[in-house]
């Protein structure tokens, strides 16, 4: 039994040696590929349709498509170059015995210069998600990894969302991190590019941004900006990745795979990152990973996968996408309709249409009361009262809309902490405001008329007041609707109705003709409903005077 016990043991024993004795390592792998190749040059080298790497091979150079201006990562002056994404690429060049050449390269043509053949592989800053897997073949392990960060004021206290709340953040058009902000309840500012957001810190335009901590590595690190400025916190980590030609590139991504798992296990891509000065945690982090035993013998299960940058799609997404096509089939176009493709969008959307609604119903109420509030102060027979109806006026008057929406909304974030609702609720009093005070004027001039007219007192009766509602009958309705057609401005203020919720939308997606479009839609409908209303309620008013 022992004997028996002990050579199984001495068995699975011999035979995990000879694995591990027999398995290759990515040196080996890597010579074995290039070996193979390099033995039938030159005369593959006109072979048609060669791999990549055999024309890399053939011709000794490795066309590496890299940024021109990205700090500490891939600049250019003088024909010089430097940065991480340079030394990377210079060592990919090396491993593989060619020399590099450079071919510069912007965010929005990286992949389609992959894909046109004008480079072998593009190194430049492209974080790796599931949306650029059908566009290029992504590198693994990746060679970096980044994430967004909100920068701020050093002496603001920001550490999480919550702290957030009653704030804007100033981002990017387009940036995938935008989905996760306005989810949050932060409002957005939107910039067209990266570059300016420094700027609007620096001359106090925006006090909070968020952009890719790569982008404010150099920024962080010393100047202006590090000195009033540092990151408060980082989320939505996406992998960096080293991408080559979708198609005809088989064999130069494998070469390349197990060079990024060497410099991994070597230290090789963090002691260049600490060179060019910038974040190291995850190159610390991959180094340990690769030099474990597991990562030697499955590669595989210690790979990081893309990020999913795709929105879950809403229930119906597929019916819209039918109704899309044969819009385009049959009339030559097809909105853009992303508030109905993704959850998020759809409960953004959802949320703006019922504030909207509110927002329109709160407004035309309060400018009912303030003008009868108004209204009351200018018919009364005292000095004092009418003074401050008319300062209460003339001041209203003299102020622009929003000024006055972001007064009164700075008031209301003293006097309550910040939410969705006192944002509304600012919007609905300053609204109610501005249109009441002015239909309050018209009924207290009314009052006025009829004193005269009729050779009453000075005192205000109930009558006479009435009266006087009903002779400004036409500027009350006049200023509801005017209220109901300002609505839109308490976007500015943080007010999260329609048009706020679209522009959160359009943050993270496209289409943003076919979606301002749904805005000037919507608000058509509910100001000429209001316009019908008012309408109605004149003429009911005006037949009851009639009959009586």
């Known amino acids: 039994m022992i004997a028996r016990l002990f050579g199984g043991c001495l068995g699975l024993i011999l035979t995990l040696w000879a694995a591990t004795a027999t398995a290759e390592t990515p040196e080996q792998g890597l010579e074995r590929l290039l070996d193979d190749l390099r033995a039938g040059m030159p005369a593959t080298c006109g072979a048609p349709e060669p791999d990549r790497l055999l024309q890399v091979l053939c011709s000794g150079k490795l066309r590496i498509g890299v940024r021109d201006n990205y700090p500490l990562f891939a600049t250019e002056a003088g024909g010089h170059r430097t940065g991480y994404d340079i030394e990377v690429a210079r060592a990919l060049a090396a491993h593989l015995g060619v020399v590099a050449e450079w071919v510069p390269v912007r965010p929005a043509t990286r992949i389609s210069t992959l894909a046109e053949g004008a480079a072998d592989v593009v190194i430049a800053t492209m974080g790796h998600n599931t949306r650029r897997d059908t566009e290029a073949r992504f590198i693994r392990p990746h060679y970096y990894r980044s994430e967004t960060i909100i920068v701020g004021p050093r002496d603001v206290a920001v550490s999480d969302w919550d702290d957030l709340r009653s704030r804007t953040v100033c981002t990017t058009i387009g940036n995938y991190a935008n989905a996760h902000i306005v989810s949050r309840d932060v409002r957005v500012m939107l910039f067209d590019s990266a570059s300016r957001l420094p700027e609007a810190l620096r001359n106090g335009t925006c006090r909070f941004v968020a952009h890719d901590d790569s982008f404010f590595a150099s920024y962080l690190r010393t100047g202006p900006i590090a000195e009033a400025f540092d990151r408060k916190f980082g989320f939505d980590p996406v992998p960096w990745g080293m991408a080559v030609a979708a198609t005809g590139s088989t064999e130069l991504a494998r070469a ?131 003074a401050l109806s008319w300062l209460i006026v003339v001041a209203l008057q003299s102020s622009p809309v929003l000024l006055t929406l972001v007064v009164v909304t700075a008031v209301a974030h003293v006097l309550f902490t910040y939410s969705s609702g006192v944002a509304l609720g600012a919007a609905i009093v300053a609204l109610g405001l ?37 002779r400004s009958l036409t500027q009350i309705l006049s200023f509801l609707v005017n209220a109901a057609k300002g609505t839109p401005v308490a976007s500015f203020t943080g007010a999260p109705e329609l048009l706020a919720a679209l522009t959160d939308i359009t943050s993270f997606s496209s289409g943003r003709g076919d979606t301002y479009a749904i805005v000037l839609v919507f608000y058509l409908g509910v100001v000429s409903l209001v316009v019908w209303a008012s309408t109605r309620t004149r003429r009911a008013i005006e037949r009851r005077r009639a009959g009586a």
């Open 256 to 386: 390349l795979d197990l060079i990024s798992e060497i410099m991994h296990r070597d230290g090789e891509f963090l002691a260049l990152a600490r060179q060019s000065g910038i974040f190291t945690a995850f190159l610390e982090e991959q180094q340990r990973l690769w030099q474990s035993r597991a990562c030697s013998e499955t590669p595989q299960s210690c790979l990081i996968p893309a990020l999913n940058a795709v929105p879950p799609p809403t229930a119906f997404a597929p019916r819209v996408e039918q109704v899309l096509a044969w819009t385009e089939r049959n009339l030559g176009f097809s909105p853009s309709l992303p508030m109905l493709m993704t959850q998020p969008a759809w409960d953004l959307f959802l949320a703006g249409i019922v504030n909207s609604l509110v927002l329109v119903f709160g407004a035309l109420v309060a400018t009912l009361v303030f003008s009868v509030g108004v209204g009351a102060l200018s018919a009364l027979p005292f000095r004092l009262t009418r």
């Open 434 to 470: 501005m249109n009441g005070a002015n239909a309050g004027q018209a009924i207290g001039e009314a009052a006025e008329s009829l004193r005269r007219e009729q050779g009453l007192g000075r005192s205000l009766t109930l009558p006479l007041f009435g009266a006087a509602m009903s």
